[in-house]
């Protein structure tokens, strides 16, 4: 099953897609996890019933571009079995296996865009094929291509020369134009479950005399979510860091993933509001090489979890939502643009200010923000009228630099209580906030710190404080306004 004959230099010149590219399925049978497609591309050949164009449709790395390539194997196969499968050995599936068949063209979309492409496709479809019975386009994130490129390949697809097939793959139909679509045969790809990836990472270790403990590879099935190669990828690089042993540590190592004691943990200080411990342990994680915007998508997962366990309980279950949300962000945002300790830095000090809350703006829970909720002792949650005095969040946007930290409420500030991370309750002037705005600043962590010591109470309206930021800051006031109007 393993084709190590393949002569393609970037697996060689590239370990980390050395396992995907040796493990990549050759013939339908070795497709896992999509047998309903496999089955009905497998009958529609074997009774000579195949299409002018094909949509195959699925998360990335569920085997669109491999069942694609055997498709045009099965197609163009001198040997094909009774069942459909191509026997992978004549010359014309060699040749496709290998990628130096003429007949077989790749278009990564992605890349060719372009209007010259565009021409260049329909010209050379419109030639007979040049050594296999029938010419395959595979056209890869279709959705990619320009307007213009989409309009020609209308055009071929409405009045399909004999012997031309189109495969077209995309992660997003959404962007595939109706016209394209309707006249395709659609096949979705499923996200492979864990099991099943999984099972195939246990065939491969076996085989490639790597032993792995069975808990590893449900770790690295689970990290895939759902996609194979993103599984071989992850088992290349685990391999490369732990060698020919294979075990749950080291795939944490390899990844930089917390345990799920270091999650667990640091989840129950989030929720607790517990800011200077919630802070403390993010710099411990980061101190043990762990990836922060791992660790921000690890406490989704394990806050979802809790979240079913605790909906009963409406107040743990809005504590633990607030949280969720923000981390929710931290893992994708953070992950991508290498914030991620920051913004859980930020969620620690957002969710949890240990500054005393004497009282709290009377508004409806759902529309609180994760800072007002989580800072609100409980037990001590007014149910005065207060909400008669609160004016309605301010109407006018955020000017240039100055930013509401909150919409609050217009109540005077009866008695120094500086709060201007947790903009609720009675407020304190705007001079008692400036004097003790060091205070805030010194809580902080060494990252966070030299950021919001640049910005600056800058007016107090009633309950709203402005805070400045300067210039080249635009990031952190970002998060600050959508923080508001959570
Ligand atoms: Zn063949």
Redesign the pocket.
């Known amino acids: 099953m393993t084709d190590p004959t393949t002569p393609d230099q970037t697996a060689v010149a590239d370990p980390r897609r050395a396992i995907y590219r040796r493990w990549r399925a050759q013939r339908f049978a070795e497709v896992v996890g999509q047998d309903p497609i496999v089955n009905t591309l497998r009958r529609a050949v074997a009774t000579d019933r195949i299409v002018h164009a094909y949509l195959f449709v699925g998360p990335r790395g569920t085997g669109k571009t491999s069942t694609a390539r055997i498709l045009a ?1 099965a197609i163009n ?4 079995g009774e069942d459909g499968e ?5 010359a ?2 060699v040749a496709i296996r290998d990628g130096r068949a003429l007949d077989v063209i790749e278009i990564d979309a992605a890349s060719h865009g372009l209007v010259e492409d565009a021409r260049d496709l329909v010209m050379r479809a419109l030639t007979a094929p040049a050594d296999l019975r029938r010419r395959v386009y595979i056209i890869d994130e279709v959705h990619m291509l320009s307007p213009h490129a989409f309009n020609a390949l209308l055009k071929l697809i409405e009045e399909p020369p004999d012997h031309v097939v189109f495969i077209l793959a995309t992660t997003d139909t959404h962007r595939v134009p109706p016209t394209i679509i309707s006249r395709t045969q659609r096949h979705d790809f499923r996200r492979l479950p864990t099991d099943v990836i999984a099972a195939k990472l246990t065939r491969i270790t076996s085989a490639e005399g790597v032993t792995a403990d069975p808990e590893a590879l449900e770790l690295i099935a689970r990290l895939a979510d759902g996609g194979m190669r993103d599984a071989e990828s992850l088992l290349d690089q685990v391999m490369a860091y732990a060698g020919d042993r294979v075990e749950e540590s080291s795939v944490r190592d390899a990844v930089g993933l917390a345990d799920e004691e270091a999650i667990g943990g640091l989840l129950d200080v989030l929720v607790a509001g517990a800011a200077p411990d919630a802070l403390q342990r993010i710099a411990d994680l980061s101190d043990a090489g762990r990836d922060l915007g791992q660790v921000a998508q690890q406490l989704e997962t394990e806050g979802r979890r809790r979240l079913l366990t605790v909906a009963a309980d409406a107040a743990s279950a809005r504590r633990l939502a607030a949280v969720l949300r923000a981390t929710s962000e931290a893992g994708t945002a953070g992950a991508r643009e290498g914030r991620a300790r920051l913004l859980l830095e930020l969620i620690a000090i957002d969710v949890g200010s240990p500054l005393p809350v004497t009282a709290s703006v009377a508004k409806p829970a759902t529309e609180m923000s994760p800072v007002q909720r989580s800072a609100e002792p409980p037990p001590k949650k007014p149910a005065t009228p207060r909400a008669a005095s609160v004016a309605p969040p301010p109407a006018l946007g955020p000017v240039a630099t100055p930013v509401e930290s909150a919409p609050a409420a217009e109540i005077p500030a009866a008695k120094p209580s500086p709060a201007p991370v947790v903009p609720n309750g009675e407020r304190p002037s705007l001079e008692t906030i400036r004097g003790r705005w060091g205070e805030v600043v010194e809580r902080a962590s060494p990252v966070v710190k030299p950021l919001i010591k640049e910005c600056r109470p800058y007016q107090l309206d009633g309950a709203r404080l402005t805070l400045a930021f300067p210039e080249g800051r635009e990031f952190l006031r970002g998060r600050v306004v959508e923080r508001s109007r959570a």
């Open positions: 194997k196969c001198l040997n094909r191509p026997c992978d050995t004549c014309a599936c």
